[in-house]
């Protein structure tokens, strides 16, 4: 069975393990053909699909059991939807999930890899130990990446050895969908190991975008204030939660509204990133709205709750305003 987690040993018959200082050797477009993925939530389990999709091999790792086995089965469904609409065959996705491992073993998972990409929880202080971990347990050529969508790359280098390997990528969700990649060079990041992620980006038929390591990069710096004034014209009573998505929808092409895109994203994860780009920048205009707060501290956090601008309880393709904003 593809992502049993008793697996890995059997497809390795040795584990490299390097706890190196020093020089880190590494070539321009270098074969990337294992790839490590942390975390088998949301973002984690998307990139792992369009990694196995396209010819990688993938460790997806996970400190529960029960996630990567319902990482394994959205992936699946994910997958039978690609083939419904003639995307991928049968065989192909047979294939694909053949390549696909499982395992809670952080320094198994990683020891064969060219490329690990963290996708955990969005939080500094997770994100910290496990880059500590994984510049003692990783091939010294091995590339650490990692998803998040806020958090400084520059200061999860810092606390490697060898922080020239370490690099953004951040995917869009849903990622077997969405086409862009934020490629993030923290200022430590060797151009070498910013084209090979350009290139794998490509490999993935994403379309890479390079920017640089400030608060928010620039998918957020840009996405967030403007969701954040939505927030702020609903709490000041301009418009209704509807107007408001519908004139930034009919009026300016957007596919979804700002607010829908908000409890899409998750209210506490955009809470989250105004307040890095507030703290980072010190500009007021990025402090997030007195609403937003308090619908987090609530637990209305959009879709992920079941309720936030709008009420999700008959389903997302069935979303209704939530009932105090009427």
């Not at 792992?48 to 993938?58: E, K, M, R, T």
């Not at 696909?100 to 969005?122: D, F, K, W, Y």
């Not at 347990?137 to 790359?153: E, G, K, Q, R, Y």
Request: hydrophobic share 40%; charged share 15%.
């Amino acid at each position: 069975m593809p992502g049993n987690v008793a697996t890995l040993k059997e497809k390795n018959n040795k584990f490299i393990c390097n706890n190196h200082v020093g020089a880190f050797k590494y070539s321009i477009g270098m074969n990337i053909k294992q790839i490590a993925v942390i975390g088998a939530g949301t973002m984690g389990n998307g990139i792992a699909h369009v990694c196995i999709q396209h010819g990688f091999s993938v460790n997806l790792i996970d400190l529960s059991i029960e996630a990567l086995e319902k990482a394994q089965q959205q992936i699946e469904k994910n997958m039978d939807r690609q083939v419904k609409k003639g995307i991928l065959t049968s065989e192909q996705t047979s294939a694909a999930l053949q390549s696909l491992t499982l395992t809670t073993h952080l320094e198994e998972g990683v020891s064969n890899c060219q490329l690990v990409i963290e996708a955990a929880t969005e939080n500094p202080t997770i994100k910290k130990s496990l880059f500590i971990s994984l510049d003692k347990v990783t091939p010294a050529d091995c590339i650490l990446a990692s998803n998040t969508s806020s958090i400084s790359i520059t200061s999860l280098a810092a606390v490697t050895q060898n922080p020239s390997r370490v690099i953004g990528m951040h995917f869009m969700n849903p990622v077997p969908v969405m086409k862009l990649v934020e490629v993030i060079n923290a200022y430590q990041t060797a151009a070498a190991v910013s084209s090979t992620i350009v290139e794998l980006s490509r490999q993935l038929n994403k379309i890479p975008c390079v920017v640089n390591d400030y608060p928010g990069f620039i998918a957020n710096r840009i996405l967030m204030p403007m969701i954040n004034e939505a927030i702020y014209s609903l709490y000041e009573g301009v418009a209704g939660v509807e107007s408001i998505d519908t004139i930034m929808k009919l009026g300016m092409a957007h596919p979804m509204g700002p607010l829908q895109l908000a409890d899409f994203i998750g209210l506490d994860v955009c809470k989250s990133i105004l307040e890095v780009m507030y703290n980072g920048l010190g500009n007021p205009k990025y402090a997030p709205c007195p609403l937003l707060v308090n619908m987090v501290t609530a637990g209305h956090l959009g879709i992920k709750s079941g309720e936030g601008f709008y009420n999700y309880t008959a389903g997302t393709d069935q979303k209704v305003v939530s009932s105090r904003f009427l």
